[in-house]
T-cell receptor, first 114, second 114 residues
Framework: AQKITQTQPGMFVQEKEAVTLDCTYD???????LFWYKQPSSGEMIFLIY??????QNATEGRYSLNFQKARKSANLVISASQLGDSAMYFC???????????FGKGTKLTVNP | ETGVTQSPTHLIKTRGQQVTLRCSSQ?????VSWYQQALGQGPQFIFQYYREEENGRGNFPPRFSGLQFPNYSSELNVNALELDDSALYLC?????????????FGPGTRLTVL
């Protein structure tokens, strides 16, 4: 079974600073994918970034980067130059090859202060 | 390309009633997944439909059922509603193409059971 752990219920960051949101995972499958989603108060889950278990390089998408440490089973999200609009819930999720379902963590609430 | 839409936005039901939630997938997507997100939690996988057949199910009782139609729309039906069914219900569509199947989420239906 897969499991995602997000240990930070809430995080605060000053506008324009960088912030790291933690995510650890557990799976016995050798092939898996890791995702980060942003959920504003409106409820919609917005895809941010993806990392495959066999990808050699850390994924980056604009201001988002994923710090993938396979041996430690961690997939932390780094947001650079935080903006007020980044305030939201952030969820780490994973899927394994052959299984379409996403397993989510409990999320981290990020608040960006002006 | 239109996004994923869900209806209704909000719904209030009483215990024991039945409810149908609707989702319109992104054009060309042949896979739809449904998730239940209780307050303060990450989404939990209910089930997935691929080409109108159930293609995986999470730990939810049979009173949670679904349908997928050829026009990319789908339904989630819940019978004999219980208070714990109060949650945000999210549908997500994907196309089973590429190295990973990015799931595009709708805005959700917030169900309250009284």
């Amino acid at each position: 079974a897969q499991k995602i752990t997000q240990t930070q219920p809430g995080m605060f960051v000053q506008e324009k600073e960088a912030v790291t949101l933690d995510c650890t995972y557990d799976t016995s499958d050798p092939s898996y994918g890791l995702f980060w989603y942003k959920q504003p108060s409106s409820g919609e889950m917005i895809f941010l970034i993806y990392q495959g278990s066999y990808d050699q390089q850390n994924a980056t998408e604009g201001r988002y980067s994923l710090n993938f440490q396979k041996a430690r089973k961690s997939a932390n999200l780094v947001i650079s130059a935080s903006q007020l609009g980044d305030s939201a819930m952030y969820f780490c999720a994973m899927s394994t090859t052959g299984s379409e379902k996403l397993v989510f963590g409990k999320g981290t609430k990020l608040t960006v202060n002006p | 390309e239109t996004g994923v839409t869900q209806s209704p936005t909000h719904l209030i039901k009483t215990r024991g009633q039945q409810v149908t939630l609707r989702c319109s997938s992104q054009s060309g997507h042949n896979t739809v997944s449904w998730y239940q997100q209780a307050l303060g939690q990450g989404p939990q996988f209910i089930f997935q439909y691929y080409r109108e057949e159930e293609n995986g199910r999470g730990n939810f009782p049979p009173r949670f059922s679904g349908l997928q139609f050829p026009n990319y729309s789908s339904e989630l039906n819940v019978n004999a509603l219980e208070l714990d069914d109060s949650a945000l219900y999210l549908c997500a569509s994907s196309s089973k193409q590429g190295s990973y199947n990015e799931q595009f989420f709708g805005p959700g239906t917030r169900l309250t059971v009284l």
